[in-house]
């Protein structure tokens, strides 16, 4: 699968918050059709490597390269631009809107000034059956009343309708119950599957070896390790995770991470 | 645990439901809906009903055609008030300053027309304008230092009583006699315009109504049955038609000059309401103002331009505060340092909550304003028949007011407690 070139390359990325060095040569690849997990402790960089990717923070030094081709990604207006998604933790949906309202806002469908709700019904719910969703009762339900699983497929299927080519996924079933994390995950399964490049930011490695291809890890803010999910088992994860190596374990970035 | 309950429930579902209900489903989905404590207009509706039956049994003139068209009058600059506190109160904010705001407004349309013999078109716009700046300011200090609104509108409160008195100087007032002005609350239709105005709006909005049902329908998109759409039109049509008979029967106790027709506030009030919800519902602004109100960081996360939102609010609800200004000074003959002082802040807050708009912001209609503004006129009209002591008219809107934000607060836990936005 790895023949295929990454839709999204970051090479050498560095960022710093005045002294603190977080993110130290960073590479990571997204490739179309596969779910890469971000994997790392706490304070490892993995928020900052995502606000990198979405623009919020700017890498201080390093490329950003989308098809191949070299961006300058400085706002998240121009990440929505590449068509690059961030579907956040606290999901960014307004409980008082329903579904559709929900999936359009701030880019709402308009005949001249008025909007046009028949169109935008159509094509939400079209998002949400090519997602094989089957869990919501009616497109017209406010989300108040979704579940937090519902929640998360609706702010999913946003990313399906505006024909993202990355959607980055911030722990999406820290806060869903058993059921609703296997939903989720089906989703995440379904969306690389239509071609989009996922990237899964998790905790839970149960997750990540369910449903991810390649697993990037972080340590202390440099790559412990970039590779396939079925080269490695969860303990060789915990340790990189933990200690930034694992024996028998060759990422791109693991001697550069043992030798600092 | 409750997770596994309703992904149960769930699994049982179709991916959408496209088909219409029938009637008799719809009814059933309203009151599980009003149960779960989405309540909407029904409160207010059923408190209006009330007041109308009480008010009647204890003073027979209450229902009188006379006093009916002064209801509709009296009602009219507190329906205007509260649509824009509507506005306000969806985005979670108050404006405690509107009462002064359309006060002052009024004064610089009068002092305008009697001290500097101007027009009247350019005395209204000028109130106008000035009410705009005030929502202006109100908006930048709002949405750009982050002030909240309570303080800001506070402080306005205060200062634009000096601004009134700096304008028309201490304890004076000045008449509005143009016929134009006071033609507002004063005057009304004629009777053959009334039938026919009333008739065109039910024609356009029943046509405008089935024409979106068909395509609704012909799109297979989520509609309700035709029968509750025959049923809406059906009540609009007779509330619209029975009020403006009731209005073109002359309504004069001297038998030698009768008083017969619309008066010019109710078509303004018309105008108003569905030009406000046509903004509200059908346009991406109106989208937006309940998006800021229902979750600002997800509205910004949205692309929308918060700020902007909170701003345009601002200046629609002082603007449509000055209206209501220069309505009243119609109603009253005169404008004053007192204008818009008392309880006129209080009574449109008051209609907005009672019409059923949530103080917590992202939840109300324009049509509020209506329903609750009448509900308050009804109260102070009813009162006022009965000759009570004006301290009972001040105790029992404050418990009106009272009871209808428990309602408000009371639906608002058991929304959150059944899942219903």
Not at chain 1, 72 to 79: F, I, L, P
Not at chain 2, 216 to 237: R, T
Request: charged content about 15%; some cysteine; aromatic content about 6%.
């Amino acid at each position: 699968m790895s023949e295929k070139s990454p839709i999204l390359h970051l090479r050498g990325i560095n960022k710093s918050f005045g002294v603190a060095h977080v993110l130290h040569d960073v590479d990571l690849a997204i490739y179309p059709g596969e779910v890469t997990a971000l994997v790392g402790d706490n304070g490892a960089g993995k928020s900052t490597l995502v606000k990198a990717i979405a623009g919020i923070y700017p890498a201080d030094s390093g490329e950003y390269l989308f098809d191949g081709k070299p961006q300058h990604v400085t706002s998240a207006k121009d990440a929505a631009a590449l068509g690059i998604e961030v579907v956040y933790q606290d999901l960014a949906l307004c409980e008082n809107l329903d579904i559709v309202e929900n999936m359009f806002l701030g880019r709402e469908k308009k005949n001249g000034l008025v909007l046009d709700e028949t169109t935008m019904e159509s094509k939400a719910r079209e998002a949400l059956t090519s997602l094989s969703v089957r869990t919501v009762k009616s497109v017209r339900q406010s989300v108040a009343s979704l579940s937090g699983g519902q929640r998360q497929t609706v702010a999913i299927a946003k990313s399906v309708l505006w024909n993202s080519r990355v959607v980055l996924l911030d722990e999406p079933t820290a806060a869903l119950g058993v059921a609703q994390t296997r939903q989720v995950l089906d989703l995440v399964r379904r969306l690389a599957d239509s071609g989009v490049g996922v990237l899964l930011i998790s905790h839970n490695l149960t997750d990540v070896f369910e449903v991810a291809d390649r697993i990037t890890a972080l340590y202390l803010g440099r790559v412990a390790a970039d590779v396939k999910t079925k080269d490695v088992t969860s303990t060789q994860v915990v340790e990189l995770i933990t200690t930034g190596q694992s024996g028998g374990v060759t990422g791109p970035s693991t001697t550069a991470a043992s030798t600092s | 645990m409750t997770d596994i309950i309703t992904d149960a429930e769930e699994a049982g579902f179709a991916s959408d439901l496209t088909q219409a209900d029938t009637f008799g489903e719809s009814v059933r989905a309203y009151i599980t809906r009003v149960r779960g404590g989405d309540m909407g207009a029904l409160p207010s509706i059923a408190g209006l009903v009330v007041l109308f039956i009480v008010f009647n049994f204890l003073n027979d003139r209450f229902l009188s055609n006379l006093n009916m068209a002064n209801l509709i009058t009296q009602s009219g600059s507190i329906i205007i008030l509260a649509m824009g506190l509507v506005m306000v109160l969806l985005l979670g904010e108050i404006d405690l300053s509107a009462g002064f705001a359309g006060g002052v407004a009024a004064c610089v349309m009068g002092v305008l027309m009697v001290e500097h013999s101007q027009n009247w078109v350019v005395a209204v716009l000028a109130a106008l304008a000035f009410g705009a700046v005030i929502g202006l300011s109100i908006g930048l200090l709002v949405a750009k230092l982050g002030i909240p609104s309570f303080v800001v509108t506070l402080a306005y409160f205060l200062a634009l009583q000096g601004v009134a008195l700096w304008l028309i100087g201490e304890g004076g007032s000045v008449r509005i006699d143009h016929p134009v002005i006071s033609g507002i609350a004063n005057n009304n239709m004629s009777v053959a315009a009334g039938w026919i105005s009333a008739i065109v709006i039910i024609a356009v909005l029943a046509a405008l109504r089935l024409l979106q049902h068909r395509r609704k329908v012909s799109l297979g998109l989520q509609h309700q049955p035709f029968g509750l759409v025959v049923a809406q039109i059906a009540v609009i049509a007779i509330v619209l038609l029975v009020v403006t008979y009731i209005l073109n029967q002359n309504r004069s106790v001297n038998p030698t000059f009768p008083i017969k027709g619309i008066p010019y506030v109710l078509p303004m009030v018309i105008v108003l309401l569905i030009f406000w919800t046509f903004m509200l519902s059908r346009t991406s602004w109106g989208r937006h103002v309940y998006a800021v109100g229902g979750n600002p960081e997800a509205a910004r996360r949205a692309g929308i331009n918060v700020d902007r939102i909170r701003i345009s609010v601002f200046i629609i609800c002082s603007a449509m505060a000055a209206l209501a200004g220069i309505v009243q000074a119609s109603y009253v003959g005169k404008v004053s340092t007192s204008s818009g002082g008392s309880y006129t802040l209080l009574f449109a807050v008051g209609a907005a909550v009672i019409g059923g708009t949530s103080l917590f912001g992202g939840k109300g209609k324009t049509s509020d304003a209506v329903i609750g503004g009448l509900v308050i006129a009804t109260i102070a009209n009813g009162l006022g028949l009965l000759a009570q002591k004006s301290y009972i008219t001040f105790l029992v809107t404050g418990g009106v007011l009272l009871l209808a934000a428990s309602v408000d607060a009371i639906s608002r836990r058991r929304r959150s407690a059944t899942g219903l936005g």
